[in-house]
């Protein structure tokens, strides 16, 4: 009780330290060198790229990643399963000793645990602990092959620092030989903008390595390493040669007075140019644009935009559009303002127009906002609808389709049948 309460007193600070260092509050904050500081600059730049070679010295080389393959498949603990090769935890600490330094962190109690699934005789699969170790390795590769391109060295990267890093990581992608170096730049540019797109919200102009890391576009980017991949991967694979150039392409032909810039009207026959025109002009009021036309760049954010509904970066972008009364929800004014040009459409296009109120409460219903009267992003979101309610409002060919939806439905069941019988 006489130790318990000796030491509980000195935790609690009721005996004053009599050790002079804790007197003097060590200092927490180092200011980044100005512009006109080349020096200090200078030894920033320097000390940080010794830093990253003596991180990379640390990782797991080829040699040693074999080595470790190796060491489990010779320490493996029968009986296997099917053909999957099996280790149990006492086997699992003798490679972690043999293994060497650089593996120690992967050899725990907390790592096994993790990999310890439903196995009768408490053992992981070999198959899947290495390829834990590789993926750790490879994002702690990656994250120091980022780094190299943060100037600030804070830890995030800016537009041209990304554009850096994927214009000297073309070469190293077989899936892009074929492409001209003259178009480099706007394939760059579109592979930069869907980082920016979906990761920097707030449109602040960076975004962190940490963010970039967590998501999986850099994934489907170094997919392209893989030099037999598919068709279908490829047409799915926004950094795809075949995907930057069919987004390219479809610019350019929009690109009627060959102007380097879309208009109002040369943007309305964007898709099935079914959009509305007062969509449309919320675009070109809302987005950055040059004397009334839109560039490249908000093009991009445009298509990411409309072809990915369903994702909360897109919708974020599509309900500002909506929120033409700059409120952060939507009532039944704007959702009268929007469809009353989907009515207009339908007219001129030979359709009885249908009536807003049976649209509005379908909306609603679609949606179960916290506000009966109010929509916010928020609840588009939660709503897990909210692609198909901007369907409804910008888009008459998008609105047909949601009210043809059980005809359209039925026809595909027919064709299937039909092709069944053959």
Known sequence: ??????????????????????????????????????????????????????????????????????????????????????????????????AGPKCKQFFTAK?????????????????????????????HQTRIGLSLYDVAGQGYLRESDLENYILELIPTLPQLDGLEKSFYSFYVCTAVRKFFFFLDPLRTGKIKIQDILACSFLDDLLELRDEEL???????????????????????NLDKD???????????????????NVFLDRVFQECLTYDGEMDYKTYLDFVLALENRKEPAALQYIFKLLDIENKGYLNVFS?????????????IHGQDPVSFQDVKDEIFDMVKPK????????????????????????????????????????????NSTDLDDT
Do not use: C
């Not at 109002?264 to 140019?273: C, H």
């Open 335 to 347: 959702l009268n303002y929007f469809f009353r040009a989907i009515q207009e459409l339908m007219k």
């Open 230 to 252: 598919s068709k279908e991967s490829q047409e799915t694979n926004w950094f795809s040669a075949p995907s930057a150039l069919r987004v390219y392409g479809q610019y350019l």
């Open 111 to 139: 790592v096994f645990a993790k990999l310890l699934h439903t196995d009768s005789y408490g053992r992981i699969s070999i198959m899947q602990f290495f390829n834990y170790v590789m993926r750790k390795v490879w994002l």
């Open 258 to 276: 060959h102007n380097g810039m879309l208009s109002k009207e040369e943007l309305s026959r964007y898709g099935t140019a079914t959009m509305t």
């Open 1 to 98: 009780m006489d130790l318990f309460t000796k030491y509980y007193s000195e935790w609690k600070g009721g005996r004053k330290n009599t050790n002079e260092f804790y007197k003097t509050i060590p200092r927490f904050y180092y200011r980044l060198p100005a512009e006109d500081e080349v020096l200090l600059q200078k030894l920033r730049e320097e000390s940080r790229a010794v830093f990253l070679q003596r991180k990379s010295r640390e990782l797991l080389d080829n040699e040693e990643l074999q080595n470790l393959w190796f060491l489990l498949d010779k320490h493996q603990t029968p009986p296997m399963i099917g053909e999957e090769a099996m280790i149990n935890y006492e086997n699992f600490l003798k490679v972690g000793e043999k």
């Open 371 to 414: 506000d009966p009267l109010k929509i916010s992003l928020q609840d588009l979101i939660n709503s897990n609808q909210g692609d198909t309610v901007t369907t409804i409002l910008i888009d008459l060919n998008g609105f047909w389709t949601y009210e043809n939806r059980e005809a359209l439905v039925a026809n595909d069941n027919e």
